[in-house]
């Protein structure tokens, strides 16, 4: 993607798609004098035009759906978006809502349906709200400064002992003998 | 054509330094305030950002929204040709000043048409401050600048410049008086009316994206130079060597530049109309020295 | 008492810079903050105690009957980091981390899944529950009691209806 343009200068539009305000609350800390993200380069604006970045706070909720777009398209392009908070990620607690849309990839699937555009790159940074500092972390990651870090855990149970009358009796014994199963170890 | 050259030259190092200046403005600011803040060049880095991005039009533009950032800009570059900076070489011509008011007045009125133009809300409201500030602001910068002509009987900024030698008190008050004129022009912080970042969305340049809006950037970075080498024009006096020049005006653009700041991070925004009225108590204060110009005090 | 304006600069002097050089060097939570939480996968026993105690489902359950396989994802997108999955488990197998370094560019690599092969009932041959939990259950219960676990829900009553009533009889 095209973010080396924004290597040493990003400016960030922060929009407030009915948020809590929690997460808001930590997007402006992040431009406190105890983080100042101005010495990497990172401005707030007040305008989606002058933007680069969409920072996206709250499970988009249908009252704000059509502004949440109008605000998309004036940002030119390239573009990117900072999906911050869980709502915004996953839809948050109101997942399931009647009145949410329910986070940024519901958006992106209303985008896609209706606008036929190429999604921007988004950067998820989870939390309830996120420390500041995950914040300016996942701004780090969408520069490519820093590496993700996190990656899909998949785990699949191999061998079970199969369930006998006289296993599952003496599980004890058994237990002892294999030392292998763990199960409920406190 | 050594001329031309030496003018040209001279544009190009205040197009360079600009920005800088603008970036140690945010750096102190940002130490005032404790913080780190950005590195000297971080200006720089916004301005080849912007001018590498597409500008975005609105659905209901006209063209005045488009080349009035170009127009501003092409101002500005000519007004900083009129003023001699790092040489005392200056495009020099009779009545070069009224030039100059001229240029800095019409560039603050094509802003105000181009961000009208654009059809938006705040843009509009922005505009209208613009215009409401322009009026009063560019009435006395034209005061303050018939004042210097009239304490030295020309109309041209090459004998115009410096003014101080003769330590007339219409002189003194006269060049404090354009220091204010001058900040209240830079849109510093309690004057920062027409594009009020919070209040109205950065007002006149809501609409403006992409390269358009770092022309119009650039431009402001151009004229807060363009006064402040006004001011160090008048009292830079004229016996300094030509070799010594070029350090001497660096070191007064950037001790002015940091005062600016000094102030700029006390004051929070006035109201309109608060600025209003303190630039008409400017007014008979302007005409009174005015008149003492006349009379050679 | 009023302060003089002039103080500010005595302050920033005073002062200095408090800015942390955050993305360049390591920062750590505070103790007690509720960070990722990642399950272990050697003590889950997918009882779904998290997954019906999860407020905004970021846990979810997936049961597949013909493979024989229960799927517990934990979506980290859609977690609020409550910590009431943790309170919850009999294994201590979710801990809430004090990493809070998640963002990732694509949601996928927010899942965390587990997947735990199921046991057989020994009476109809559905799957019921894992063999995991099977095992976890029969260690807290008496031995007599034990081959009941093999069955599944609907059998197990049914047995054990047929026990007592041959008791009473």
Redesign the interface.
Known sequence: MSLK??R??L?VYHLNSGSCNGCDIEVLNIFT????V????I?L???P??A?VIVFTGPITRETLPKAIRAFF?V???KAVVAVG?CA?????W??SYAVIG?I?AFYRILENYYKIRLP????????P??P??I???I???RG??K??????????KE??A?T?DF??N??KYMKQEGG?????? | MEYIAIVLANIVAILIIAPIIDGIERKIKAKLQCRKGPPILQTWYDLVKLFRRPSIVTEEYSLAYVISPYIIFANMTLALALVPSFTRISLSFFGDIIVLVYLIASSSIFLAIGSISSGNVFATIGANREISLATLSKLLMALVLATFATLKRALTLGSIFPIIPPYTLSAIISIILFAIIAYIDCYKLPFDIPEAEPEIIDGILVEYSGKSLGVLKYSTYLKRILLFTIIVDLILPRNIPTLLLPISYFTFLLALSITYVCVETYFGRLRIDQALKFMKTMVPILLVVWFIAYLHY | MKTPRIDIFKEALKTGVVTKKYPFEPVEAPEGFRGKPSIDFEKCIGCEACVNICPPNALSVEIDTKRGIKRVMLFLGRCIFCGRCQDVCPTEAIKLSREFELSSLNSKDLYQIVELKMAKCKICGRYYATVRQILFTAKNVPKDQRPLLLLCDECRSKVSAKHISYARW
């Open positions: 343009l924004f040493r200068s400016w004098p105890y983080h100042d101005e010495r990497l380069g401005k604006v007040a305008s035009r002058h680069d004036a030119p392009e390239p869980s990620c996953g839809g948050g607690i997942y399931d986070g990839e790159l988004t950067v998820y940074v989870p939390g309830c996120p420390k500092e995950a300016i972390y996942g780090a990651v969408l400064v820093l993700q870090k996190q990656r899909k855990t998949y785990f699949l149970e079970v002992p369930l009358r599952i009796v599980l004890e199963i763990n199960i409920g170890k406190k």
